[in-house]
């Protein structure tokens, strides 16, 4: 049972234009979701994160918007650059059990010049 | 600043043979976890610990073993490889409590057993 979903396994879009990448949970407990970017051969790292008391929260090029009715996060980088190319990753996580990070199965996004 | 630090990167295992991955952090996070990732799967927890002397089960637990006996290492002790346990294999540390803090990644060890 994934509670954390990311239904697009890839994402092209243009150098310069706006990269959007989705990702839904099921559990009503995650008050806490972050994103990851992963270079290939390394581990990944953090990019953003927003608590479930926002629904936006900005960081240079990158914005996390959160839609709590609907259980929906989106992860929106502008401009798109090159060196965005890589995968990345949704994760969530509850203040409790495990409070470890749940994460979704990915998107490859790919920047083209 | 080291952070989160994995041995080794890479290795090959024969069926039924055991090893260790090691895990060392110098951040001083109490949280940290283990995850392996599988094509498609996305990160899949293994086992955590809360603080030293305390360990957890995560999703994925069967064939792994881990231990807590200082804040700073968390090693991942496979008992008898299998193939299925062919995998990435990433530790994460996390502050205090684990909760509205993000997780930081060890560049993983690539683990293959034949």
């Known amino acids: 049972d994934q509670q954390v979903k990311q239904n697009s396994p890839s994402l092209s879009v243009q150098e310069g234009r706006i990269s959007i990448l989705n990702c839904d949970y099921t559990n009503s407990m995650f008050d806490y979701f972050l994103w990851y970017k992963k270079y290939p051969a390394e581990g990944p790292t953090f990019l953003i994160s927003i608590s479930s008391i926002k629904d936006k929260n900005e960081d240079g090029r990158f914005t996390v918007f959160l839609n709590k009715s609907a259980k929906h996060l989106s992860l929106h980088i502008v401009p798109s650059q090159p060196g965005d190319s890589a995968v990345y990753f949704c994760?969530?996580?509850?203040?409790?059990?495990?409070?470890?990070?749940?994460f979704g199965s990915g998107t490859r996004l790919q920047v083209q010049p | 600043n080291a952070g989160v630090t994995q041995t080794p990167k890479f290795q090959v295992l024969k069926t039924g043979q055991s090893m260790t991955l090691q895990c060392a952090q110098d951040?001083?996070?109490?949280?940290m976890s283990w995850y392996r990732q599988d094509p498609g799967m996305g990160l899949r927890l293994i086992h955590y610990?809360?603080?030293?002397?305390?360990?957890d089960q995560g999703e994925v637990p069967n064939g792994y073993n881990v231990s807590r006996s200082t804040t700073e290492d968390f090693p991942l002790r496979l008992l008898s490889a299998a193939p299925s346990q062919t995998s990435v294999y990433f530790c994460?540390?996390?502050?205090?409590?684990?909760?509205?803090?993000?997780?930081?990644f060890g560049q993983g060890t690539r683990l293959t057993v034949v």
């Open positions: 610990s809360v603080g030293a002397g305390i360990t």
């Open positions: 994460a540390s996390r502050m205090t409590g684990g909760a509205n803090t993000e997780a930081f």
């Open positions: 994760a969530a996580s509850a203040r409790s059990g495990r409070r470890a990070l749940t």
């Open positions: 951040m001083n996070h109490e949280y």
